[in-house]
């Protein structure tokens, strides 16, 4: 009976992935290793490894004995060794089409509510203040207002194209994204420090890699207008969470949405909202990690990532790999 080992989850049951892999004959097996420490000793007998949160390094993927392939929950394969994976015979998937639209629809929310000062209004009122003046920075209209994005992949152009629907502009920078491409879809390109002067909306929506660490750091934030907010629903490490604290509680700019922090919560259980000073500001929105969210987009990310598990089993290729 092959074995499919699930590194973390923080859902009722394994019903879902059972009702997938059960009627090949493989058992489930469900672990609470969110980190992902010590995981290959857990999972050593394992024939596919299933991962959300914990982390696979190396030692990891030496340590597992036979197993044919690891299959990640979700987009993101920033927490896994790929060419580990690779180097000890070993395939890697992902769901790349999950929750964009779901993305897309959090950051604009985030977005939205930041540009019309919702967060001070809601502070002011709770304190005792009815005034208007407690916008802080002027509102501006919608067909007044520049969204900038930072990366244009498959989120990002849903997030486009609902935001001009709106009547706002919306620039962009990617460096792996022609001009002509997102003069199509009504974006116009500009370079990185271009967009940070210029957007009321600066969303940052790209892979977290090496190159994008803390691409929104202390210099980049002291270049933004002082009208500015910032939306990160990508990895919390893109953004420089000293430096943001320091550009919001100094009033370099107005607000920030985070659907993540820098330290990643979710992956540590002795986390703490203390750790990061961001969760005493109040112009400062954090979610959970829950960008990603909807009842449906849920489930069809545990049928989809238990599909992959069941075609490495079955010796056929899986929809959706990840090469080194």
Known sequence: ???????????????????????????????????????????????????????????????????????????????VDIQAVYDNGMVLTNIPDFCIEEVAEHSIAMGLSLSRRLPHYDAATRAGRWQVQDAVEPIKKFRQTVWGLIGFGKIAQIIARKIIGCGMTVIC????????????????????????????????????????????????LRMMKKNAVVVNCSRGKLVDNKALYKALSEGWIVGAGLDDTEEEPAKNPNWKPADNPLFSLSNCIITPHAAYYSEQSLIDNRKMTAINAKALLEGTPPINIVRP
């Open 1 to 79: 009976m092959p074995k499919v080992y699930i590194s973390d989850y923080d859902y009722e049951d394994l019903e879902i992935e059972k009702s997938i892999l059960e009627p090949i004959g493989a058992e489930v097996i469900g672990l609470q290793c969110n980190t992902g420490e010590g995981l290959g000793e857990l999972a050593r007998d394992a024939d596919v490894l299933m991962t959300r949160y914990a982390k696979v390094t190396r030692e990891t993927c030496e340590t597992l004995d036979h197993c044919i392939g690891i299959c990640r929950y979700g987009i993101g394969v920033d927490t």
């Open 173 to 220: 920078s990617d460096p792996f994204v022609s001009e002509n491409y997102m003069a199509a879809m009504g974006v116009r390109k500009v370079e990185l420090d271009e967009l940070v002067k210029t957007a009321d909306v600066v969303n940052v929506m790209c892979p977290y890699t090496k190159s994008t660490h803390h691409i929104i750091n202390e210099d980049k």
